[in-house]
């Protein structure tokens, strides 16, 4: 049977194609099956006959110039510094969605998965201190410390129903917590020495951007163009272009423009023109449908809004680009024990639960908060093996911090770490979780 909105327009034959891929982009779970097989794809490629081509091809230098003016970097950084400034534009769109209208907005129950959040970047961090802070590679702590959003939405979704509401906002939440963590690690111990007058342009962008909200403008097209120039600030400043993005995105409003009751009396004047003769009168017949375009836009908050036009964007195209970009690293089985690649996999599959489970102890045994209905330790201890799959973000961090053979032990730490994780708290939810009663036929 066909809903609502497909009798309200005509069909067309591509609709049977792009009907079933709309509904595919707009799975949370497909988007983490997407960035694995991305994932393999560029690990396979890096360790096949075509590694050579493969790694030169994200090194070609792409740029523009005007003048003498010259901007020019290799494609991987594009990737990193311009694609990633999206993803992260969306994680600051998140954080700001939590914080006004989700599970952060209440302190007593942001409290449980701040606090594991917490001891979830510490101790592993730590951990990683613990076994390469006198090497080279100590500048590699910040790794381990961020969950990879997709992938555990991903392996949720396999659980299916087994996962108890209240667990899934849990991870959910510390994985958000998590990459707030994250960014400010970026920010603090990633950041090279800084161009102060670019870095105050960027800030004024960011000022000025503000003071158009205030004023009421509510064009994308202004917000974009300054947010673009914010970023190119940030990325000449030496402070990483990636915190611009996250900036932004908690600066976008939450709240909705139009209130639902005049939403409803703009609906009933343009009912009224399109059932009347004035529909016959071109140019005012124009104007209203502008108007009511208008109004259905601003009926939902800038944020929802494009949240929702972002997050297939994010998830189908920009993290499997990054993952192609990032995680074909040479491999051979003996550097599993390199010393880097331990550090990395202990501080995810050892420091990660071991800190998101102690600091969540800690919380509720001070009275700060309690553990969400339905959900027991043991549930709480396989999200928080989950929690140990740090893929986007262990990469991207990776690749801030170190380089060379360092850089590429940290990836086999990275992938070897995740997998590790992700196969624990699987296993450790199956084993906790009771079965979903299939109910009477």
């Known amino acids: 049977m066909r809903s609502q909105e497909e009798e309200a327009f005509p069909r067309e034959p591509i609709h049977r194609i792009t009907g079933p891929l709309e509904r595919f982009l707009h799975v949370e779970a497909a988007s983490g099956a997407v960035l694995l097989v ?46 990633m400034a999206i993803f992260f534009f969306v994680i600051g769109l998140e954080v700001k969605r939590e914080i006004a209208l989700g599970e952060l907005r209440s302190p007593r129950r942001a409290a449980l998965p701040l606090a594991g959040a ?5 101790v592993p961090a730590g951990v990683y201190l613990l076994l390469q802070g006198s090497g080279p590679a100590r500048d590699g702590w910040g790794i381990p410390m961020a969950t990879d959003i ?11 129903p087994r996962i108890p509401p209240g667990l899934r906002v849990f991870l959910l939440s510390l994985a958000i917590a998590d990459d707030i963590g994250a960014v400010l690690a970026i920010a603090i111990g990633y950041t090279d020495a800084i161009q102060w007058i670019a ?12 003071l ?49 009751s005049r939403l409803g009396r703009l609906l009933d004047r343009a009912r009224g023109l399109v059932h009347g003769e ?44 990054f993952a192609l970009a990032n995680a074909g690293v040479p491999f051979r089985p003996t550097d599993l024990l390199d010393p880097v690649a331990v550090a990395v996999a202990a501080g995810l599959v050892v420091g990660k639960p071991l800190g998101v489970i102690a600091f969540a102890a800690l919380a509720v045994r001070l ?39 360092e850089l590429d032990a940290a990836k086999v730490g990275v992938l070897s770490g995740s997998v590790v994780a992700a196969g624990l708290g699987a296993g450790v939810l199956v084993w906790r979780l009771p079965k979903p009663s299939t109910g009477a036929r």
């Not at 790694?55 to 694609?83: I, K």
């Not at 870095?199 to 503000?210: H, K």
């Not at 158009?212 to 940030?234: D, E, H, I, K, Q």
Request: charged share 15%.
């Open 367 to 405: 009275r700060l908060t309690t553990l969400p209905e339905g959900v027991s330790w043991g549930a709480v201890a396989g999200a928080a093996f989950l929690a140990g799959i740090g893929f986007t973000m262990a990469l991207f961090i990776a690749g801030l911090a170190l380089e060379g053979p």
């Open 118 to 122: 917490l001891g979830g970047m510490l």
């Open 38 to 83: 991305c994932a393999a794809a560029a690990l396979a490629i890096a360790n096949s006959d075509w590694a050579e081509a493969y790694l030169a091809f994200w090194e070609m230098p792409l740029g523009l110039s005007l003048g003498e003016w010259e901007l020019e970097h290799s494609l991987r950084h594009w990737v990193n510094d311009g694609l």
């Open 150 to 160: 997709a992938f555990v939405v991903g392996c949720m979704a396999i659980l299916g």
């Open 278 to 321: 004035a529909w016959e009168e071109g140019r005012r017949r124009v104007d209203q449908v502008r108007e009511l375009r208008r109004a259905t836009r601003e009926a939902v908050s800038p944020l929802e809004y494009i949240e929702s036009v972002l997050h297939p964007w994010v998830g189908f195209a920009i993290m499997p680009i």
């Open 212 to 260: 158009l909200a205030r004023m009421g403008v509510r064009s994308l097209l202004v917000y974009t163009l300054f947010g673009t120039a914010v970023w190119f600030a940030f990325h000449e400043s030496g402070v990483h272009a990636t915190i611009a993005g996250v900036i932004l995105g908690l600066q976008t409003p939450a709240s909705t423009y139009l209130e639902r």
């Open 199 to 210: 870095l105050g342009l960027g800030l004024a962008g960011i000022l000025i951007i503000a």
